[in-house]
């Protein structure tokens, strides 16, 4: 890899999202660090790019993976210019999922890993006087609502997470970005078995990945602190945050609980 080429390294990577920013990435000219915890899904990705791509495996659940990623790649040599904080799931429900140690790997995922990931590189971009982060959170984490109680929360975490590191590290060339995208066209929502809510939602509140990414890309190079994904929701989202409307988009009732 050539040292002075921009590098971005994404978590998740191996679909939706993650492997949009991939590409869109690599069209822009960076070189990549693709992780996630499936290695033929990234060195499937790595092929069809134009770049140069190393491939780094890990199970970001675990407390350990994050220190353990930054020192393989400081073992390479590869520094980091962008940091993309994609990895995510859906999660357990907070009230009737009763394995404790689920939760428990659940914050880490979504919490504790990006903002170690943050605690170990952005240092080294504030140090270089340049560099970026992107943090994946959602439109879910702008309006409380009554359900599982987790992935709202872990959102919101990121959001201000991305707020406050911009505040604190923008004056040293390097922006944080907290990405609020709607609902969007990838595997996530098979993949927590959300295949019959998904069919149920009208066709004209989603969106599909690429937007989501261009508007992430976009909004980070200008430097904005969030990024609000699709027209629809950054129409609703002023409507989400004012005292005067936020209660009408609280959903209260949880049958079956």
Not at 70 to 91: C, K, P, R, S, T
Not at 119 to 145: F, Q, T, Y
Not at 158 to 173: D, F, K
Not at 186 to 206: C, D, S, Y
């Amino acid at each position: 890899m050539n040292d002075s080429t921009p590098r971005a390294l994404i978590t998740g990577a191996s679909s939706g999202l993650g492997a949009e920013f991939a590409r869109q990435l690599a069209a822009q000219g960076y070189d990549l660090i693709l992780l996630a915890r499936r290695r033929d899904r990234l060195e499937s990705l790595a092929r069809e790019l134009p770049v140069e791509s190393y491939i780094v495996t890990a199970d970001l659940s675990q407390p350990s993976a994050p220190a353990s990623v930054v020192a393989e790649l400081e073992a390479q040599g590869l520094h980091v210019d962008l940091l993309v904080n994609n990895a995510g799931i859906a999660g357990p429900d907070l009230l009737l999922d009763r394995d404790w140690p689920e939760h428990q790997e659940f914050l880490q995922l979504m919490m504790v890993s990006p903002a170690a990931l943050c605690h170990l590189l952005v240092p080294k971009m504030v140090e270089k006087g340049e560099g970026a982060v992107i943090n994946v959170a959602s439109v879910a984490g702008r309006i409380p609502r009554s359900g599982p109680c987790h992935y709202g929360a872990v959102k919101a975490y990121l959001v201000m997470l991305s707020e406050e590191l911009n505040l604190t590290v923008a004056a040293h060339g390097v922006k944080v970005t907290a990405l609020c995208p709607g609902f969007t066209h990838t595997e996530f929502h098979e993949v927590a078995g959300l295949e019959n809510m998904k069919a149920a939602l009208p066709t004209w509140i989603w969106y599909d990945a690429d937007v989501v990414v261009r508007d992430a890309l976009n909004g980070v190079a200008r430097g904005r602190p969030i990024v609000i994904s699709g027209r629809l929701y950054r129409w609703l989202d002023p409507f989400l945050q004012s005292v005067w409307t936020r209660r009408l988009f609280r959903i209260r009732a949880r049958p079956g609980l």
